[in-house]
């Protein structure tokens, strides 16, 4: 099951955060700010309505327990983590906290996307297979796994949101069929808006 979650905007019909509080699940949403998945925990920075824990994703450690959540979903913040420290220590947390075979849920602008680039406080950059080398066998190789902890990459995609989100049903499955070729030739033709992965947790 996917739990990719966000609230998008079609012509005029806007859709809802997804309700997970029906999967009987701890799931933690980081960054939440006004628009918290529902059935989660809201962690963001800011005290927005619907944040139940305030605090700085890059401080460590966060405020719960080993092994807490089965499911942390991240949406569009790991683009605004510059630091390596900081974006491997955020890694780290979330695995610390993620049950075993816990989901990490992530979306993020994809490097060739309408959004990658469009809004200054975004440093990092994004495409399919970046999170690869999470995996144990090419964690091995510290000086790509500088987070010392492993995830098994369960799931990765290209999607389009927000007004371009009809393109999901047209081009989603073509451009899903074969990544490297949509990397190298589709995405040069239309862009994906987004890339959204899901990680499970090794230990």
Known sequence: MKYYEYTVT???????PRDFSHLNKKILNIGCGSKKTMGSIGLD???HPNVD???NLTKFPYPFKNNEFDIVIANHILEHIQ????????????????????????????????????ILEHTRFFQIGCFDYLNKEEGKNQLLNKSGVYFD?????????TQLGFLNYILKPLY??????SEVILSNIISPDVVKFELRSVK
């Open 176 to 181: 899903n069929l074969y990544h490297p070729f």
């Open 153 to 161: 990459v369960v799931s990765q995609e290209f999607s389009w949101v």
């Open 53 to 55: 824990v305030v605090h």
């Open 10 to 16: 079609i012509g005029k019909r806007k859709c809802k």
């Open 45 to 47: 920075i800011v005290k």
């Open 83 to 118: 630091e390596d420290k900081k974006f491997f220590g955020l890694i780290r947390e979330i695995h610390r906290i993620l049950k075993l075979n816990g989901i990490f849920s992530i979306e993020v602008p994809y490097k060739k996307g309408r959004f990658s680039c469009s």
